[in-house]
Each structure stands twice: as C-alpha cells, then as structure tokens.
C-alpha cells in the first residue's frame, strides 16, 4: 500500500520555536517532520509519511487567520496530501481554535480527512461540536502536555485507519469527540422499546447513555454589589465592533475570536478620535458617525464628574460578538477579566449593541 502523504499542523512551541516570546511567528513550513509529528509517524508504522510540517504562532493564527488558511490550502496542494493531522493541543485554547479552524478549513476545501486532539474542555471542542464535519475527528486527551504519549498513540490508530479505508464508527465506540449528530444504523429495537429500556436503567439506577443528549450552559452566579461605588474604578467593555481606526488587529464581523482594549485617556468623548466599526449584525453607519454609542465615554465623563464612582479605566475593551461561538466568547471573557483584575479595576459596564 502506497503511503498516504500528510501534512502535520502544531504551534511555535510545538515547532521548537519558543513560549509565548514566539508566538506572532508567522506560518512556516518544513519539508520533515517536526515535534510531535516525528513520533506520529513512528507509530503508524509506514501507512503515513509526513510530507511537510507546518508551525505558527498562536497570536499570529488569530490575528491573520484568513492569510495562514490560504498559505496552507496552497502548500496542501502543492505537496498533494491526504490528509491533516494537528496538535494534539490539550488544554490550550488558541492553540485548539487554530486546529480546529485548519481542520474544517482543509475537510471542506480538499475533502481530505482531518485528525487533532485535544482536552473535553479546550474551547476548541465547541467550534468542533459546530462545524460537525464527518471528515474531522477529535481525539479527546488530558489538559496537561503530560499525556502527549497516549494522545498520540490513539490519534495514529484512528489515522491507520482511516488511510486503510475502514469505515469510522459512532463515537461512543470509536473514541473521539462526539460532533453532535446522529448516524444511521441499523439496529434490533425500534426507538419506543429503546427509550422504555433507557427509562427502566435510569428509574434502577443502571448506567445508561441517552441518544438524544441535550447541552446546557452552567449557570454564572451574580457577583455581589460593590461595597462603596464612589471609590470603584470602572472599565468598559464593548461587543458593538469599535475598533482602532483600520482595523490593525484584524477583526472579523462575524465569527470573532479575539480581543483588544483601546485607550481613550485623556478624551471626553469617542468623537475625539477615529475609529472603525467592524461589526455584520446590525448597521454601522450610526455607530461610524457617533462611536459614543457603542463605548458611552461622553456619559460615563459626565457622571465621573459628578463623582458617581471613583474612576475610569484608561481603555476600553471590544470585540466584536457577532454570530460568535460561545466558547469562544467563554475564553474571550476569561482573558479579559484576568487583564482585569491585574489592573486592579472593581467594576464593569457592559454595552450592549
């Protein structure tokens, strides 16, 4: 059997690069295999060979998705590969977005199947659970780089696999991350007599796995009331897409998963400056003419005089919340409040578009 040509994706560090020092390194290839990639090959025993590894840095994937797409699509075919195998990223949230977003990028644009690992709950598995591509498998692994032996050991497996052209299975029983929907099968009972049995397990307290599973979100306690306002220092945070002027950070309109904060010391109102309003959900016209209304630093002055609370941050946060996955969002917000809290600001008002 021919061997099958891939191509590897991993980060900087994966690469050999660096830490975070290293991460606006742009996209590079090599034509070896490189990390990671070197022991995945080892353990597919010659149904794969690693025709080209790339690397990127974590920054440098999100803030140039669209151009690091194309560069690989290009290099994929170039170099005719089968097939993509990333990471695995564990934990890593930047990390697991980009081989997600590499993943679904080269399943739809070459129809070649696609293998990464990560951690259950790298924010990575939300984008995957979203696309549910059937050419994109997601090898559940630890959150700590620890468990990269055994990550890759069952990525190779399902790799041989998938090269030899056996058919994949549910993913209850092949191992990889459910995507969220339901394939055909033929089975002895029809769907009454399965959901009697699924009842009787769970009335008897038997293990028993439903068909149907139903996400929900947990719940985010209310933080208690500020003590003594008139001493809090304040920030804003914005989803109505004001950015600065350009776009320099290279936002999206939809779909966004990044963040920048954008000072207006010294300003008493948005007009005092320009901006962009980088945003697909709702007419910015208004937004372009008077950014005031997305980031109310013009009110927020006003009642700062009047000594309604102690401070305001110097910045302002924005991101553009479009059609954003929630993940996404969940990992935005966790980078921001822990910016937050080494600055030392109370309170937040959050604007609504």
């Known amino acids: 059997m021919a061997l099958r040509r891939i191509m590897y994706y991993v980060n900087q560090f994966f690469g ?13 290839f090599r034509e070896e295999a490189v990390g990671p990639a070197r022991r995945f090959q080892e353990l597919c ?9 790339a690397y990127c840095g974590d920054n440098y994937f999100a803030e140039h998705e669209s151009d690091v797409l194309a560069s690989i699509l290009e ?3 170039k170099y005719h590969v089968g097939m993509l195998v990333a990471g695995p990223a564990f934990g890593a949230g930047r990390y697991g977005f980009a081989c997600v977003e590499i993943c679904h990028f080269l399943n739809i644009s070459l129809n070649i199947p696609c293998i990464s690992g990560m951690s259950v709950e790298s924010p990575g598995v939300e984008l995957y659970k ?7 498998f997601l090898i559940p692994t630890s959150e700590a780089v620890s468990g990269m032996g055994e990550a890759l050991s069952k990525m190779a497996r399902l790799a041989s696999r998938v090269v030899k052209g056996e058919t994949i299975g549910a993913a209850p029983g092949e191992g990889y991350i459910p995507r969220g929907f339901r394939l055909d099968a033929v089975v002895d009972k029809c769907g009454a007599e399965r959901a009697v049995d699924i009842l009787l397990d769970k009335l008897a307290g038997r293990a028993f796995a439903t068909e149907i599973p139903i996400e929900t979100l947990e719940g985010i306690p209310v933080a208690p009331p500020i003590a003594n306002l008139k001493d809090a220092r304040l920030a804003l945070v914005s989803t109505a897409g004001v950015v600065a002027c350009g776009n320099p950070d290279g936002f999206k309109t939809y779909g966004n998963t990044q963040w920048r904060k954008y000072s207006f010391d010294k300003m ?30 013009d009110v927020c002055r006003e009642i700062e005089k009047e000594k309604a609370f102690g401070k305001l941050y110097p910045f302002f946060y924005s991101t553009p919340g479009n059609m954003a996955l929630i993940s996404a969002m969940q990992a935005i917000s966790r980078e921001i409040l822990k910016d937050m809290k080494a600055e030392g600001i109370d309170g937040v008002l959050l604007v609504s578009t």
């Open 16 to 28: 050999g690069i660096g830490g975070e020092d290293k991460a606006d390194v742009p996209i590079t």
């Open 45 to 53: 025993q010659g149904s794969l060979e690693v025709a080209v590894t």
């Open 75 to 77: 290099v994929a075919r």
């Open 130 to 136: 979203q696309y549910k591509d059937k050419g994109v």
């Open 268 to 297: 008493n109102s948005m007009k005092d400056a320009s901006w962009d309003v980088y945003h697909g959900g709702y007419n910015t016209v208004f937004m372009h003419e008077n950014p005031n209304y997305g980031v109310p630093l």
